[in-house]
């Protein structure tokens, strides 16, 4: 299919991002490359006949037959990240020992039951066995993200603490010339120990000599990559809100609005943004890198 020429940006801007938008300009893009359907829907985690539909939408109305549509009577729409933070830190009417359900879960925020169910699909969560999930990385992180300790988006790297993995002191603080990633990652070191958890959208990131030289010089430093068909601004989403729930019920709803204002922050600056924590527990605050 044939994009239209100031279409393009707007399109690739949007598959950039995260969320509905970023699926079906993912979707367009694709298409017009030549990708077969079928392809396009497996990798987008979708149907063929989805695929189809959008596409379709594009070729009638352009980039604004992508955006969402007022519907009457019918279940308003809702990020997956908003259902997994919802799900993974907030409980049924603030009482901590009962578990969201498909359908309380659903009823809570408004949307379908089937909307919930997809997206529980999706991330590999199990309402049997919430403890058990996990962040889609290769390789797995080994616990809970406790902390989330540095944020570079000009590259997408990640850095988080897990439980159970104390803080291991670095004696030998790598020296780094001109490389963004690796001056990035050396003042995660300085500020937080080695025992820290790298997450990058980009494997690539640690190919870099500098980079491969630091987590050379510091085994407790573990690298991990995004797997394919989740985003890492999804993931940085999950990350905060898991870090920052309050172990108070009656806060935690909180907790998921604030991380999303946060993170859609992040999203929205022009400029590349570095954030690296001064201390355990302290409210992350954005500077230009």
Known sequence: MDI?????????????????????AAMVLMASDGMPLAEIARRLRTTRSTVTAWCQR?????????????RQG????IDDVELLLRTLITSPNGQAWRRWSTRSLAAEVGASNGTVARAWRRWGYRS??????????????PGRVV???????KHRVLAVRVAGEPAVPSRRLPVVHDDEVATFISHVLARHGSAIHLISADPTVYERPE?????TAHPHLRAHVVMPGFDWLDITTLALGMAK??????????????VLRFVDALRRRTD????VQDAPAVTPALRSA
């Open 4 to 24: 239209r020429d100031d279409d393009i940006e707007q399109l690739r801007e949007w598959s950039a991002q995260s969320g509905p938008h970023a699926n079906r």
């Open 58 to 70: 594009y070729r009638d109305e352009g980039v604004d037959g992508l955006r969402d549509r007022p």
């Open 74 to 77: 019918r279940p308003q729409a």
């Open 128 to 141: 049997e066995a919430p403890a058990e999930f996990r962040l889609p990385l290769s390789p797995a992180l």
């Open 147 to 153: 902390d989330v300790v540095g944020i570079h988006t």
């Open 211 to 215: 980079v491969q030289a630091v987590l």
């Open 245 to 258: 729930a309050s172990p108070s019920p009656r806060h935690q709803r909180a907790v998921v609005t604030a």
């Open 272 to 275: 590349p943004v570095t954030w």
